[in-house]
């Protein structure tokens, strides 16, 4: 009788611990993490969905062999008798600008500095021409005092067309330092369906994926084919948020007022879940 009165005070002894270890969170218990997860999510979502990381623009050696393009233009000169002009000219690609540039010297003036005009299709007034061909509506007109920007890197033929090189003073150089940052924020569950579309497709070009050079060098490329989802960062208001159901001691909903910077009156509300994962709390939902 002693033995089973015993077994009844250790059993109502043990309780309050299993009611505390099943009872879901207070709202204040969680709050601190849940904004310091959204705070740190802000670059994840970027990386992921936004403009993502920084790249090398996608430009060849406007001087190269393979862009540099030699051009004989017939003439007259000032005996009226038929002439050739050799030509060298290279594309100048400048984003600055809206239309076409163009470097040329001619041929036999190898130590001479290029000349640069403007491509246009209409004829101009105040412009110094110096080449025309009206049947095909080309004319370039001299672009004085121009200086052409300085490239910091060159893509060989060699190069994937479709990516582009991340910086290298950019953080992060590899797929696995992108995962090793996410995997702070977000929970294992959703990471791994982020994963099959960021880094490996089977019916889409990944947006990263490492990269062997010809030299061996592991390079971390981004695609220059995907559209960002998001262009801004979508902020939270942390004053009302409030749990609601379904929410227990390892995983919780919580609705939480949201709004995006360029139009903070028109405010939404959205589900966040958070998942217990080896005893700490992470996202298990999206928060851009």
Known sequence: ???????????ILL???????????????????????????????????GEGLPVYEHIEDPQSKENLIYHIEKTTDENGKEVEIGYYYYIVPDSRYDYQLIAFRKSEDTSSPYTYVRVVKEPEDKSILVYKNEKRSVYAYLLEGYVEPEYEYF???????????????????LISHIKAKAEKVYSARFLSSVYSTMFVSSYMPARYKNYTTSDGEIRLLKSNEFEPLISE???????????VRPSNSKYVNIEIESYLPSAPENRTVVRISLVLQDGVWMLDSPTC
Do not use: G, H, W
């Open 1 to 11: 009788m002693k033995k089973i009165i015993s077994v009844i005070i250790c059993l």
């Open 233 to 243: 960062t979508r902020k939270y208001d942390m004053s009302t948020a409030k749990m």
């Open 155 to 173: 893509y060989t033929d060699e190069d994937p067309k479709d990516y582009d090189y991340v910086r290298d003073d950019c953080p992060y150089q």
């Open 15 to 49: 309780i309050p611990t299993f009611s505390s270890c099943s009872r879901r969170p207070e709202l204040s218990e969680i709050l601190p993490r849940l904004e310091e997860l959204i705070r740190e999510a802000e670059e994840v979502n970027e990386i992921f969905y």
